[in-house]
């Protein structure tokens, strides 16, 4: 059986066989790119090339690539934990074409690598294309040897890939598993799809044109590819696995929490072990690519992100910090694909250290009022806006930290009331400063973190501000 860092150097060896120039990943904090929060995918870094302004000496490459979902277009925040194959920070491999080859021999090498080198069953495989792609619906016939059942045509966006609302962007086709009956969904398309039997493991996109702005897309200079594969959704199929959070890496880091706190991954305890991990993973990968707890922006994420693991750690009955005891663990299994890790170790475990002692202090009391304040409630009730707020206020409970405390007893926040209440909050602030005298200061500061305030309350927003950052 391969180990997770085997298969990544299999994906890339295949491609460097296959003429690919292997390139290192990008930071998560993209580059010259204020759209975008995090690096969310493997052609973040280029986006440039493929719109023809970047030029590189190479004209094909392969990637394993860093990144993060929590926030944006792309998502996942609220599915960590819950569901086997999502992650706020993954592992993207993908190879690219600028202009090089486009759909026959992406279709070919794709399937090349996982029926020969990695030997995945060609029965239990199917593909979705977007519902007028002709072409690649036939290249899938001619080469895989796909009956039309194998071959589903998708109208939606789901099978239009975009990075964000500009940049390069094309219809797509998707590789899926059936991983068999004995899990629960349906084939994409039908209304099952979210279940964990047919399994999105990679995606293959014909860039063929650049978003300038909502509604005005034109061509890109010469039609390319993109494609992108979780390492860890093909590392559980390749493991035989149906959760990511079975395969080695993880194992060994749910271990380590097991170990750490005295608790086995068992029952309901599960999902927290999970959210542990993973969040562990995109801790340390932000703070190594300079991300530090704020309260704003990038910084902002990383904080919910973190407060959120360590209310995990707090149901595991962790009394002392206990995430920055993980950070070994992880640099040991990641460390040497990614030695950004090991050279901020000591950052990383400082910062960790630092953010769970402060937090620490109001954690508890915190979750006593949230205790008190929800005992009343029930499945498809709603905790009161301002309790939510003072929390938020008061202990430092970021509103999804909250809604993730209630989420498993099926209740909600008043997000409506939490607004609001943060809006006075504002309000009173504006009326205090401006009985200072010194007005013309103030309208200046003020309107400032007014244009701004999307940074601020990113969390909030759940739609449309959390991608832009600025
Ligand atoms: P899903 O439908 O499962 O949310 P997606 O369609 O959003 O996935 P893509 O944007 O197509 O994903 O990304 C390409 C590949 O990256 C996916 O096929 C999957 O293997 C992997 N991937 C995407 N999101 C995640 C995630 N949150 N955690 C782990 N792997 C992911
Ligand atoms: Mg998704
Ligand atoms: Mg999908
Ligand atoms: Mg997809």
Redesign the pocket.
């Known amino acids: 059986m391969s180990g997770v860092n085997e298969i990544r150097s299999a994906f890339l060896d295949y491609f460097a066989k296959n003429g690919h120039e292997v390139v290192a990943s990008s930071p998560l904090v993209p580059r010259n790119d204020p759209t975008l929060m995090f690096t969310n995918a493997g052609m973040v870094q280029f986006k440039n090339v493929f719109t023809g302004a970047e030029k590189r000496p190479y004209s094909t490459a392969a990637t394993a690539q860093k990144c993060v979902r929590a926030g944006g277009k792309h998502n996942d925040l609220d599915n960590v934990g819950y569901t086997a194959r999502h992650h706020t920070f993954f592992e993207m491999l993908g190879n690219f074409s600028f202009g090089d080859y486009f759909k026959e021999r992406a279709i070919e090498l794709a399937w090349g690598l996982i029926t020969k080198e990695f030997d995945l069953p060609k029965d239990k495989l199917l593909v979705t294309v977007y519902h007028d792609d002709d072409e690649a619906a036939n290249l899938w016939k001619k080469i895989a040897g796909f009956s039309d059942s194998k071959i589903i045509r998708i109208p939606t966006s789901?099978n239009f890939?975009q990075m964000g609302d500009t940049g390069p962007c094309g219809p797509?086709s998707?590789i899926f598993i059936d991983q068999g009956d004995k899990l629960w969904g349906g084939p994409p398309g039908s209304p099952e799809e979210d279940g964990d039997r047919f399994l999105?493991f990679w995606?293959l996109v014909f860039m063929q044109y650049e978003q300038i702005e909502p509604g005005n897309r034109i061509g890109l200079p010469k039609p390319s590819i993109d494609t992108g594969m979780g390492l860890e959704r093909i590392s559980a199929i390749m493991q035989g696995v149906t959760s990511n959070y079975d395969t080695d890496l993880f194992r060994t880091l749910i271990e380590a929490v097991a170990h750490a706190t005295g608790m086995a991954p068992e029952g309901e305890r599960k999902a927290s072990h999970r959210v542990i991990a993973d969040h562990l993973r995109t801790s340390c990968f932000l703070v190594a690519d300079g991300v530090l707890p704020s309260n704003e922006g990038r910084g902002y994420v990383l904080r919910r992100i973190m407060r959120r693991a360590m209310r995990h750690a707090q149901l595991l009955g962790a009394r002392d910090p206990l995430m920055y005891r993980l950070v070994p663990v992880l640099v040991r299994e990641m460390g040497q694909a990614y030695p950004e890790l090991i050279r901020a170790e000591a950052l990383i475990t400082e910062t960790l250290k630092l953010e769970e002692t402060r937090f620490r202090k109001t954690l508890e009391r915190g979750l006593s009022i949230l205790d008190e304040e929800s005992r009343g409630l029930g499945k498809g009730q709603n905790l009161s806006g301002e309790t939510a707020f003072t929390l938020y206020d008061t202990y430092g409970f970021p509103l999804d930290l909250t809604q993730d405390a209630l989420k498993p007893r099926g209740i909600g926040v008043d997000t409506d009331a939490f607004n609001a209440a943060m809006q006075r909050q504002r309000e009173m602030a504006r009326a205090a400063w401006s009985g200072s005298g010194e007005a013309a200061t103030e309208t200046v500061w003020f309107s400032v973190k007014e244009r701004t305030g999307a940074t601020e309350f990113l969390g909030y927003d759940t739609e449309s501000a959390e991608g832009i950052v600025l």
């Open positions: 789901d890939w797509c998707e999105e995606n």
